[in-house]
């Protein structure tokens, strides 16, 4: 595997490579964290004490699907959740596209929440705003983007969709589980929220508010705009024109939000977008360690991890 520096300019530079087998990725899939060390043949030969340019390191990544009235009735052809017997709809392909890089560095993809509210098949019928969306809220995680997109599709049907549109809940939620992180584990694991949704956000306010107290935590938040609908707030919210500000004025700390509208991608390629989505991820962890003082492990530290299974 190739590492690379992603510059906006197109002048990528070139970090090291690793290689990985079948049998330490397992180690992964069984649970336990995996790193590699990322080696630079050309500071290999011209250093002395070159070890490596640094490790590899698998992340948390948290999903969120809008399933708001607004998407339409997943029976009807015309509903953006609509699952056609031979293509998959926009959901589905802006998930895979960016889930299947996302990971590519998570031991487990973590798809706990799906938003905003639909009207949960209980009795009475209630309203959520962050439902896990395999209905097991004290274990919601899926095994893969393969497990995510089958637990999309057994989910519609047993869901009757409603509003409104609130994003604020998931960050603050996700938000938590970084929190504790940084209490317990020095930080040493970055989540990424992707959130999918179909229109205009109906709590602003509480969104800047969450925004802002998220970009003291070690996470990104990542929105695909689907559809058609007027996405002018979700540009606000991703602070490319202007420092991004909660109600009472405190600014983020710094850069976490990147918003990316799928019908611009809607005819390139998977990769295309997988590579726009996920852009401004390397520079927002690199500037979250940095804020923070926190350098990555010497490769010692990781020997234990690299323990794996017959």
Do not use: M, W
């Given at each position: 595997c190739t590492v690379w520096d992603w510059d906006s300019n197109g002048k990528h530079d070139y970090i090291g490579e690793f290689e990985a087998s079948f049998k330490e990725m397992r180690g992964a899939i069984d649970g336990r964290?995996?790193?590699w060390p990322c080696m630079n043949s050309k500071y290999k030969t011209k250093k002395k004490n070159y070890k490596n340019s640094g490790i590899?390191?698998?992340?948390?990544?948290k999903v969120a699907i809008d399933f708001t009235a607004s998407n339409g009735d997943p029976r009807n052809s015309c509903s953006l959740h609509y699952i056609h017997p031979f293509q998959p709809n926009e959901y589905l392909k802006a998930l895979v596209a960016?889930?299947?890089?996302?990971?590519?560095?998570?031991?487990?993809?973590?798809?706990?929440?799906f938003l905003p509210p639909p009207l949960l098949?209980?009795?009475?019928?209630?309203?959520?705003?962050?439902?896990?969306?395999?209905?097991?809220?004290e274990n919601p995680?899926?095994?893969?983007?393969?497990?995510?997109?089958?637990?999309?599709?057994?989910?519609?049907?047993k869901l009757q969709l409603y509003g409104p549109t609130n994003i604020a809940p998931i960050i603050q939620k996700v938000a938590n589980t970084a929190s504790q992180e940084v209490h317990t584990k020095e930080a040493m694991q970055y989540f990424i929220l992707l959130i999918l949704t179909d229109g205009v956000i109906t709590d602003m306010a509480d969104t800047r508010e969450a925004i802002v107290q998220a970009s003291h935590l070690p996470m990104s938040v990542i929105i695909v705009g689907i559809g058609s609908a007027d996405f002018s707030d979700m540009q606000m919210l991703d602070g490319d024109d202007g420092i991004l500000r909660s109600p009472k004025g405190e600014p983020v700390?710094?850069?976490?939000?990147?918003?990316?509208?799928?019908?611009?991608?809607?005819?390139?390629?998977?990769a295309a977008l997988a590579k726009s989505v996920l852009a401004e991820v390397p520079n927002q962890v690199v500037d979250y360690y940095?804020?923070?003082?926190?350098?990555?492990?010497?490769?010692?530290?990781?020997q234990s991890s690299r323990q794996f299974g017959p």
């Open positions: 964290q995996v790193q590899v390191i698998l992340n948390q990544c960016v889930g299947e890089i996302c990971q590519d560095y998570d031991r487990h993809l973590t798809v706990s929440l098949p209980l009795f009475p019928l209630q309203v959520s705003h962050d439902f896990a969306v395999n209905f097991n809220e995680e899926c095994a893969g983007i393969q497990g995510v997109v089958e637990a999309y599709q057994a989910c519609l049907p700390l710094r850069d976490i939000v990147q918003f990316v509208p799928f019908r611009n991608f809607k005819h390139a390629s998977p940095n804020s923070k003082g926190i350098k990555p492990k010497v490769p010692s530290q990781f």
